[in-house]
């Protein structure tokens, strides 16, 4: 059934693969976002906040991210914590290069988000959106660990509607 | 200190004393070719270089060599001055080793050359790094700022 204008309504078999297609992904969207494998990446004060954030009292574990050993080949989360120099960068590319799609940012701290205390140095990347795509930003020098749950709550929620960088980049296996 | 006794005999008219106190001494030395003659001498009694530190007195710079020694903790200050028609300097790794990275910083930041050294390559910043950052006349503009070396896909 065709109209002037070009627009053709879906027929039976295209409407149960769009369904499938959708239930699946939704699926694979769950798994996804409630087992994100972090990968530390601490270069300075930000990274004992990191640490807090795995311990007992602000337990990471109950969102699903578990601080397995850190390998770049097994995680898909990277948090960036601590200034980045510009030597510093490939470095954080070599490792972020690494890890298997899909793969997820996490900005911590001023230093990141915006260069912070060094923002008009001449060794400082302002703000590591810059050189990676970065899902979810934290404030703070250093930030709370409690803010590093609203991070990842934040990017659970992207995940699951499908906003995340790496689905918008393209670089993730859909159903 | 006998070291600083030998060095003024030694090195007659070349050499100045600032201050000559039991714990500490600085020196000056006027032609920077003897940095090589000074620092042997000075071997004899102090066994580490702990710093190297330049200071920029535009058009002279002015490098602080520091050394110390294990048994007294005595510290002798070695100043030179090098001007910015002939900036280069011999290098004093194989006299005192700690001075191999001691000079991959100064010329990193400052951009002095050391003849002599066996690997003189930048330590703190990337290979491709345009400028030295630590002179006076550098300027932190916004391509300075921007640069990252990298180049990327995303």
Not at chain 2, 28 to 40: E, G
Not at chain 2, 102 to 107: D, G, I, Q, T, V
Not at chain 2, 123 to 147: A, S, Y
């Amino acid at each position: 059934m065709e109209e002037s204008n070009g627009f053709s309504y879906p027929g039976l078999y295209e409407i149960v693969f769009m369904k499938a297609e959708k239930f699946i992904n939704t699926v694979l969207n769950w798994g996804r976002s409630n087992s994100l494998w972090p990968l530390t990446f601490g270069t300075s004060c930000c990274a004992i906040e990191m640490m807090t954030f795995g311990a007992t009292k602000v337990d990471s574990d109950r969102l699903g991210v578990l601080f397995t050993g850190d390998s770049p080949r097994q995680s898909d989360l990277i948090l960036v914590s601590g200034t980045i120099t510009k030597k510093m960068a490939r470095r954080l590319l070599n490792v972020y290069e690494q890890m298997p799609d899909p793969k997820y940012v996490i900005a911590v701290g001023a230093c990141n988000v915006s260069g912070g205390l060094y923002h008009d140095s001449y060794n400082t990347i302002e703000g590591i959106d810059r050189i990676m795509p970065v899902d979810a930003f934290i404030p703070g020098c250093p930030p709370r660990p409690e803010e590093f749950l609203d991070a990842v709550r934040v990017l659970q929620k992207l995940i699951k509607e499908n906003k995340s960088k790496a689905q918008k980049n393209g670089n993730i296996r859909q159903a | 200190m006998v070291t600083l006794d030998k060095l003024k005999s030694g090195f007659k008219g070349e050499l100045e004393v600032l201050t000559e106190e039991p714990k500490l001494s600085i020196i000056r030395i006027k032609n920077k070719k003897l940095i090589k003659k000074v620092a042997w001498q000075i071997k004899e009694e102090f066994d580490i270089l702990y710093a190297l530190s330049v200071v920029d007195y535009t058009p002279v710079f002015e490098l602080n060599y520091i050394f110390s020694n294990y048994r007294n903790a005595d510290s002798l200050v070695l100043k030179v001055n090098i001007d910015e028609k002939d900036f280069s300097i011999d290098s004093i790794t194989d006299t005192f080793n700690s001075a191999n990275w001691e000079e991959r910083e100064a010329y990193d930041l400052f951009g002095i050359k050391f003849n002599g050294h066996p690997d003189l390559r930048r330590i703190l910043l990337p290979e491709d790094w345009p400028g030295h950052p630590l002179r006076k006349d550098f300027k932190v503009d916004d391509e300075i700022r921007n640069w990252t070396g990298l180049d990327l896909k995303f």
